[in-house]
């Protein structure tokens, strides 16, 4: 699925600079952030409301993907990949709570389950039935994942373009989860458009409902 890979790429190098909301989700401008440079005006209490809100948004997207890859190991057979994936499941039920070094391990960690996962598909081309059930019920977080991690970094990047070119080092001291998300969303989606066009071939060859999937992209606006 090329189409899709192309959608997450789209959205983040044209529309990010403009749009102020998708998918029918909101992207607001912070206020009182703004100027272009080290941000006088500048409203922490504001920009640590909406780190706060994208930090639990991350998790809760990592924490979907997360969840859906357990699910997509057991099925292709990785049992003990799968446990090691589940590990994190409770530390991002956190939400807000998670520190940037946890949300970052968490992250790390997704992508290498997704690179395992990539990997035995291309070696295990036909599920049988007791694990295609398994494989299935990796779908629908799966989708709500790719979603949520692409809404989240286009509202991070929206937040960050708004504080300035030139931060002072008090804000990227007091936002620093804030910066990171902005900065690692577009590799991780990269990486998970990639996938997702995999996963989707993947299943429709073993007869698996893709249908989340394509409520993802249809939640992308294309």
Known sequence: MKNFIKIFLFIFLFYAPYAHSIGGLEVPKIPGVGGGDSGGDVDIDALTGKQSELVKSMAKAILNLTEAQVKFLEGLGEKEAAIAAGMYIEALKKGEAIGKDD????????KESQALIDKKIAEQ?????????????????YGKGVLGLSLTGLKAKQTVDSIGSNPSPMIIAKVGSLFYIAKETPKA????????GTIMDFSTMNKIDTKPLEEAKEGLGR
């Open 125 to 141: 081309k036909v599920l049988e039935a007791e694990a295609k059930l398994t494989f299935a019920k990796g779908i629908p977080p």
């Open 189 to 196: 989606i990269s990486l998970f458009a990639s996938s997702t």
């Open 103 to 110: 949300l970052k391990k968490a992250v790390e960690k997704t």
